[in-house]
């Protein structure tokens, strides 16, 4: 199994699209960063943690479900790299191979010690854009599939056999 650990802001942080939006508000910065997370699991099949540091968002330490990605938001006096760090221990096994996605080079360094590999936040990036146009190319392809006449017809009157085929008069 492959695990994608994220470090939110370090992400949020690194990628333009994301800093605009943080720009004027955190929390659509940190939406979009879980929608875009969920299109990578659903494509990739991994399971994914994002996880958030606690001076954004004072408390005690969160942890909800959204698309089907983890979202965690630290304790008030852990960061996330702290908290990467634990999963990583928590999470290791013979058949998981951790991903950690950050460009914090320390963070790095220390993973790597733990056994994870690293995802740069640009490489990230290049991966999402990699999805998406795969994406859309799956429903370009499908949609193109779909049947039609091989006798031209006008729109009149395949409106008509369109109703003729439901059932409608």
């Known amino acids: 199994m492959n695990i994608l650990l994220v470090d939110g802001y370090n992400i949020i942080g690194a990628w ?43 408390g005690t330490e969160k942890k909800n479900k959204s698309y089907d990605v983890e979202v965690l938001y630290t304790r008030e006096n852990e960061t996330a790299d702290e908290r990467i760090e634990k999963l990583t221990n928590e999470l290791s096994n013979r058949r998981t191979q951790i991903h950690v996605a950050t460009s914090d080079m320390t963070e790095q360094r220390l993973i790597f010690g733990q056994g994870a590999l690293r995802i740069s936040a640009r490489e990230l990036e290049i991966q999402m854009e990699e999805i998406q146009k795969n994406i859309t190319k799956k429903v370009k392809a499908i949609q193109e599939q779909r049947p039609f006449s091989k006798i031209p017809l006008t729109d009149e009157v395949a409106e008509i056999f369109e109703k003729w085929r439901r059932g409608m008069k």
Do not use: C
């Open 16 to 58: 333009k699209e994301l800093r605009v939006l943080k720009e004027r508000k955190l929390k659509d910065a940190r939406d979009r960063l879980i929608e875009m997370m969920a299109e990578y699991r659903a494509y990739t099949g991994w399971r994914v943690i994002v996880v958030f540091d606690a001076h954004q968002a004072p």
